[in-house]
């Protein structure tokens, strides 16, 4: 059952410019390279793997901390993620000698485990649902006595999310469609209102895995859905449900969501490595799958490829010809 909706305003393009100049030079600028694939699609990727932790969330997690200012350095940061999340405002901490919690699924992979642990950030693991609850209330009652930064329904993570656009229409002006992984809608919504404040024509799209996708369900009923969640290998996207907030946000702004299968995930994984020698997590590989179905569209497309941080194991069996 969905719980009662948070009040979010909607981000605007200046809270976006101002998330810019306040994260460069502590964020990468991720360089745009075309897919080398034997076809008349003219599709780009927009490489935000190539982040200092592996995702893209560095963006929002610099920008969250910059703006919590003297108050993180003294109570502390904390936030709920399967990985990427954590990682990044671990990350970001570090750097400003902040202390970091993260409230992390007990399913969440190794490698983004060790990777939170070596940016010095303290481990909460408990069930996915429990991670769901602190999503859905934005608390988490041990943790209370430091400030929480929610991994995407936070006006400070989406204007950092948003800087994405803003880079992909400098690069790509003429871009027609950007395909964006879904996972609770900050990434989306960022993305799309620069995209949109920016150039309106351009189609924005999500993109779910068949095991779970709430924002093609909410698009299908027309108000935010949940779904029975199934866990997979792609584990940055796909929720249980969509916050009302983040449907508000998100509805007018896109075309809809793409919902792929979990085989054409894990082929766009070995499309990359073996056509670009680009690793991506799940996640960031589902942007390149829903492109290939064709849904969304011709002309020139960029994918985001959101993150590349997947299990060593995981990725073998990919490369294998199998899907883990």
């Known amino acids: 059952m969905l719980t009662t909706k948070h009040i979010l305003e909607p981000t605007t393009i200046t809270q976006i410019e101002q998330a810019s100049g306040r994260i460069r030079g502590s964020v990468l600028r991720t360089p745009i390279v075309r897919l080398n694939i034997d076809s008349d699609m003219e599709i780009y990727l927009k490489l935000e793997n190539l982040q200092p932790t592996g995702s893209f969330k560095v963006r929002g997690a610099s920008n969250a901390i910059a703006l919590a200012g003297l108050a993180a350095k003294s109570r502390g940061v904390y936030t709920c993620s399967a990985g990427n999340m954590a990682q990044a405002l671990a990350w970001q901490a570090k750097q400003n000698g902040i202390s970091c919690s993260a409230v992390v699924p007990d399913n969440a992979p190794e490698t983004k485990l060790e990777a939170i642990r070596r940016f010095g950030a303290k481990i909460v693991q408990v069930s996915f649902d429990e991670v769901w609850k602190v999503v859905t209330t934005h608390r988490y009652g041990p943790l209370e006595a430091s400030i929480f930064i929610h991994p995407f329904s936070d006006p400070r993570m989406i204007a950092g999310n948003g800087t994405i656009g803003m880079e992909i229409l400098e690069d790509i002006p003429e871009v027609d469609s950007v395909v964006v992984p879904f996972g609770g809608g900050g990434l989306t919504a960022g993305i799309a209102t620069a995209i949109h404040e920016r150039k309106p024509g351009t189609r924005v799209y999500a993109v779910e895995p068949e095991t779970a996708a709430p924002l093609a369900a909410s698009f299908s009923s027309g108000r935010a859905m949940e779904v029975n969640r199934i866990p997979s290998f792609v584990d940055g996207i796909g929720g249980k449900s969509v916050l009302p907030e983040m449907w508000d946000m998100v509805r007018p ?72």
């Open 253 to 324: 702004l896109i075309q809809g969501s793409i919902v792929c299968s979990l085989k054409e995930i894990a082929s766009a994984i070995r499309l990359l490595v073996e056509r670009n020698r680009i690793v991506a997590e799940g996640g960031g590989a589902a942007s390149v799958a829903a492109t290939l179905t064709g849904e969304a569209g011709r002309g020139k497309i960029v994918c985001v490829v959101s993150g590349g941080n997947i299990d060593t194991a995981r990725l073998e069996t990919i490369l294998s010809g199998k899907v883990p």
